[in-house]
């Protein structure tokens, strides 16, 4: 993920960046991939009001 695109959120850019790697894995495997970046955002957003 380019800086332009960052959230300023250590935890989501990071799991964001996930998507970077789905080119190299067979489709069968991206599900995984957005279960952990969905995870991640809703954590992420469950802790906003806290920030």
């Known amino acids: 993920m380019s800086a332009d695109h960052e959230t300023g959120l250590a935890r989501l850019d990071a799991a964001v960046r996930g998507l970077d790697a789905l080119d190299e894995r067979p489709v069968d495997q991206h599900p995984p991939?957005?279960?952990?970046?969905?995870?991640?955002m809703r954590e992420v957003l469950a802790g906003a009001h806290d920030a």
Do not use: C, R, S, V
Request: overall charge negative; aromatic content about 12%.
């Open 33 to 40: 991939i957005f279960d952990e970046i969905h995870h991640a």
